[in-house]
């Protein structure tokens, strides 16, 4: 079995914890200059329609009231070192994908820490614990389920996917819920009347 964790909001959830007084703040991170983009926002400003990428002067406009900050790069990297070190305790088999998001084989570790949704919500909760901060975790039979799982109920998020249970689990899925489906191709599939997994599966392939 694999888990995906991935950090809520990494960079903003970082901010905040240096700084309580931008606990219930709307942080963006990504600078002040209207020249930049959006490197992260916390879940309060996605509430406005702020997302990563999107341009600083448009996410102005769309959250005037959020507090705009600089990137810190060494701080997310401290902090990224502490959740790495944290997962290797329970398997070796850690894969970082990015500096907030990582797989981990937990086949063989059912033996030392439990059956694969206990390690998820132990590994959540250490992380929690002693970090401060939230993560939301997929568990699944192969890294392509664990990732889409992590994404369906962030923040702080859990979703296993049981073996037996895959095309249960994916049909009704949106399309664009699969890694590598963009807006554009989700609005091609859409023209030819595909919504859903369950939709891309009843295509023919000629």
Do not use: W
């Amino acid at each position: 079995m694999i888990l995906h964790i991935d950090m809520d909001a990494f960079y903003a959830s970082v901010e905040k914890l240096d700084d309580s007084r931008l606990r219930h703040k709307c942080v963006i991170v990504g600078g002040t200059s209207n020249r930049g983009v959006v490197s992260a926002a916390c879940y309060e400003a996605r509430r406005f329609g702020v997302h990563s990428a999107m341009p600083i002067y448009q996410a102005k406009q769309k959250c005037p009231h959020g507090v705009f900050v600089s990137p810190r790069m060494g701080s997310y990297k401290e902090v990224s070192k502490k959740v790495m070190t944290l997962l290797k305790v329970f398997s070796p088999l850690v894969e970082p994908v990015s500096i907030d998001e990582a797989y981990m084989d937990i086949t063989g570790c059912r033996r030392l820490f439990g059956e694969p949704h206990e390690i998820a919500h132990e590994i959540k909760r250490k992380i929690k614990e002693t970090l401060q901060l939230t993560c939301s975790v997929g568990v699944a039979p192969n890294k392509f389920l664990a990732k889409i799982a992590s994404d369906l109920e962030k923040p702080d998020g859990f979703v296993v996917v049981d073996p037996d249970r895959v095309q249960a689990f994916l049909d009704p899925l949106k399309v664009d819920r699969l890694p590598g489906v963009g807006p554009r191709a989700a609005d091609l599939l859409r023209k030819m009347n595909v919504a859903t997994v369950a939709d891309l599966r009843a295509l023919s392939r000629t």
